[in-house]
């Protein structure tokens, strides 16, 4: 119990840490942007109609003159206290903002993930069952290629084929243009959804698939599957195999939620769609900081929870961990 | 009477791609050969490194993807076929591997024993094989890491012998175990062997091999150096080659000579 404490205490001390470095990375990597917020959210040319006072007023709103450590001190007392601000671009408090936006990306997010995960561990498997043979070089040249493709530039393309040539899915959006809220159908959203979610899917799965590959010659080739097949056992990828290969996938699995977060984020700009990604997006070239620390914070959480999960899976998993806390 | 294992000139090379992707060919065992009658515990003694733990595995036709092997195996007086062994493992012939690392650490113990049957003969033949070793029926719900050393060779015996095997190639069997283990687990194999079947020891013990060994093979560098009745060792007799009688005199009761 103590022990299961102190692995506790630890980890909400990291998270603290953790939370703190990424949010101060967020704001200098702000701060050192060349972009003028002003010149950026009002143009050049409204700017130069407007008289000093009124200048001074959006400079003041944008927060373009406070030094920078006042501001992201500012920024980080309001925080601890719970308030994340409002967000400069769409006028709105920050939780709300990115409320809405994570409910647009989550169920794009999750397919994405668990289709990567589940794309990604089949074959993986396959391959390594097949190692050196034809299934086993076709998987590892398509996951090969995939890997070292950008995620727009899949995006892109699948927009091409799907969109522009075939013509069967929208080319953005999450619903269709101009209809009303309430007259959106599942089945709209679904469609819209589609190909960001594959996009992001086929991404993810070649890294996972590649390395869960790995991880299924290094079994076969174990001393323990030497025995199996000594004893004339049989089904030794079921027995041995996935059992030996879940824990890494779990890890993989998990370690993946910040890679669909990042891909997510030029994926959603690709496909015009109003996710999360298209927010931080926003928010980083026009100056909202509020809204950016925001963001940063809350995947940052979400990646952290994600890490958690794996490790509170792995003790239910492993039997070393489960058997071990069990005794002492 | 035929022999149950016979090998004749066998050789294990291994493949190995060095720099300048030019082949590098490995010989780890050469033109070894050795015979093994039913009713006979015939000893392999070689240093580490020796080629023993190569000779084990190739006989069953489960050498690393890079090894090759040549020669003439012949299991029942028949060629024993990568074909042929594939049906016979875990059948007719048994395989007690050297170490820890041969049971799977994700798998309880009894599970691993009976192969995942969980039928009630494979259960009480679980624990009468456990039993037989000086385990409590609680080991089979144990997981390899919950095993001492000593315990989860006992484990791989009692694997070995859950199916009644013609042949038993046992890899270093006791090192880890107490004087008292070991020397049962010995007079245990003489007792399969009395029952007909054929047991291939393999040891670095030369010693150890002359108390339970009808016949001695030595075994160097992945060659037999000599082969000979065990009595040959207990009196120094009829020892040709000089490494097997530098072997012999090295026993503790010779250390006089
Ligand atoms: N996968 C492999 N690739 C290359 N060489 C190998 C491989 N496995 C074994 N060898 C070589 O073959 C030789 C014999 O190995 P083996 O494991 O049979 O020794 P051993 O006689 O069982 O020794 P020990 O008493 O230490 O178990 C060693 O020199 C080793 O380096
Ligand atoms: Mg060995």
Redesign the interface.
């Given at each position: 119990m103590k022990h299961r404490l102190q692995f506790t205490a630890k980890k909400l001390v990291r998270m603290a840490l953790l939370l703190l470095g990424v949010s101060l990375t967020a704001f200098l990597l702000m701060d050192a942007s060349p972009l003028d917020p002003l010149q950026t959210n009002i143009g050049q040319a409204a700017l130069g109609s407007m008289s000093p006072e009124q200048i001074a007023r959006l400079e003041d709103y944008w927060g373009v003159n406070a030094p920078a450590a006042e501001r992201y001190l500012g920024w980080l007392g309001d925080a601890l206290r719970g308030d994340f601000g409002v967000s400069l671009l769409y006028r709105r408090p920050v939780p709300e903002v990115i409320g809405q936006r994570l409910s647009n990306s989550f169920w794009l997010l999750l397919t994405a993930w668990v289709l990567s995960g589940g794309l990604g561990l089949g074959l993986g498997l396959l391959a390594g069952a097949f190692r050196?043979r034809g299934p086993d070089k076709m998987i590892r040249g398509c996951c090969l290629v995939v890997s070292s493709t950008p995620a727009f530039w899949l995006a892109l393309l699948l927009l091409m084929v799907f969109s522009v040539w075939l013509k069967v899915l929208p080319v953005g959006l999450s619903v269709p243009a101009g209809a009303a809220a309430d007259s959106v159908t599942l089945a709209q959203r679904l469609r819209h959804a589609l190909l960001p979610g594959l996009t992001l899917s086929v991404a993810g799965a070649a890294g996972i698939a590649l390395h869960t590959r790995e991880k299924v010659v290094d079994v076969l080739?174990?001393?323990?599957v030497?025995?199996?097949?000594?004893?004339?056992?049989g089904?030794i990828l079921r027995?041995?195999v996935l059992?030996?290969v879940?824990l890494p996938a779990i890890t993989l699995q998990f370690a993946s939620i910040s890679e669909i977060i990042g891909g997510s984020v030029l994926v959603e700009k690709v496909f015009s769609y109003p996710g999360l990604g298209q927010a931080a997006v926003s928010a980083g070239l026009g100056g909202d900081m509020p809204l950016l620390m925001g963001i940063t914070v809350a995947t940052a959480f979400l990646v952290f929870g994600g890490n958690l999960a794996a490790d509170l899976l792995y003790g239910i998993v492993?039997?070393?961990i489960r058997?071990g806390a069990a005794a002492g | 009477m035929t022999p149950i294992l016979s090998v004749d000139k066998l050789s294990i090379t291994f493949t190995r791609y060095s720099r300048g992707l030019s082949r590098e060919e490995m010989p780890s065992v050469r033109e070894l050969s050795l015979t093994v009658e039913p009713g006979q515990v015939a000893a392999v003694v070689g240093e580490s490194g020796a080629g023993k733990s190569l000779l084990a595995?190739g006989i069953?036709h489960?050498l690393?993807?890079n090894a090759a092997m040549s020669g003439n195996i012949l299991y029942d007086g028949m060629p024993l076929t990568a074909d042929r062994a594939?049906?016979?493992?875990?059948?007719e012939i048994?395989?007690i591997?050297q170490?820890v690392?041969?049971?799977?650490?994700?798998?309880r113990v009894g599970e691993q024993i009976r192969?995942?049957r969980g039928d009630e003969a494979s259960r009480a033949r679980c624990r009468a094989v456990l039993s037989r070793y000086g385990l409590a029926a609680e080991v089979e719900g144990r997981?390899p890491?919950?095993l001492s050393g000593g315990m989860a060779r006992r484990v791989?015996i009692a694997?070995a012998v859950m199916d009644n095997p013609r042949l038993i190639i046992a890899d270093e069997p006791t090192p880890g175990l107490d004087a008292r283990s070991a020397a049962r687990i010995l007079s245990h194999f003489r007792e399969l062997a009395e029952q007909g079947a054929g047991v291939l020891f393999i040891t670095h013990d030369l010693e150890l091999a002359c108390t339970v060994a009808h016949k001695i093979v030595v075994f160097r560098s992945g060659q037999t150096v000599e082969e000979a009745a065990s009595s040959a060792f207990q009196t120094g007799e009829g020892l040709t080659h000089p490494y097997s009688r530098a072997l012999w005199r090295a026993l503790p009761k010779n250390d006089f000579l």
């Open positions: 050196g080739d174990s001393d323990y030497l025995f199996a097949r000594a004893r004339g056992e089904h027995r041995h059992r030996n879940a492993d039997p070393r058997r | 595995h069953l489960l690393p993807r594939r049906v016979l493992r875990g059948r048994a395989l591997p170490g690392t041969y049971l799977d650490p994700m798998m192969r995942g997981y890491f919950e791989l694997c």
